[in-house]
């Protein structure tokens, strides 16, 4: 292949352990280290933990997300590329993980030269240029919310939240003054297959509200809007810690 300037780490994550074993034997020639995964949740985590070059992703992944959803949350602390290689060559598919942060999308069976081609295209095209350093925090009020640490803080005080909880208030501070419709929130944290599950959403929601809310019974930080969905307010009055 041609001339890698640098040793890179590249994330694979794929359920097909046989898919992961290929790709470790196409890049044997590249000089990079390769870490891989087979759950959307430890791809998530290894991402911000091993922060990586470069990302490969399959569609469908071990876990209750998928790859797009993979993508968004990664795109919350790093703005390393991300490459899809799946089976899938469903238009909406591909459309869908474009839309999601991917900057290529590959169909398997993958051809060795393609990819290594369009990974040494991927890197040099994102290289930084006096990049400006990607958002590790978002405070509203008295909620801070680290998110490589995955921790979340209210007025001082830190708050023990399940993966699934962390991601619904970190999905719902990303939009912070906004309201995002049920299945918004659904799809963006569980996947569009539960885009319809709003008693599910609701649970979780109160939830929340129990854990970061001085008086769950009058929400002043997560918002309803009955029928539509939810909002995190923009100015948020101290709450409690647990």
Known sequence: MGY????????VADRDSKHITLMRHLL???DVRILSVRNSDLAVEMTAKEQPDLVFLEMNLEGEIDGCVVARRIRDFTDAPIIFVSAST???????AFESGADDYISKPV?????LARMRAVLHRCQPKDAIPKKTE?????????????????AGNDVYLSETEFN???ELARNQGQVLLHEQL?????GRQYASEVDYLRSYIH???????????RPKMIISKPGVGYMLAVDIPAGKGE
């Open 4 to 11: 890698m300037p640098k040793k890179y780490t590249l994330l």
């Open 28 to 30: 044997a020639d590249a």
């Open 90 to 96: 469903e238009p909406d598919d591909i459309l869908r």
């Open 111 to 115: 051809h060795g030269k393609i990819l």
């Open 138 to 154: 978002i405070v509203c009020g008295d909620l801070k919310i680290n998110i490589p640490g995955r921790q979340v803080m209210v």
């Open 168 to 170: 619904l208030i970190l």
């Open 186 to 190: 659904l799809s963006a944290v569980w």
């Open 207 to 217: 939830i929340l509200r129990r854990k970061l809310e001085n008086d769950p019974q």
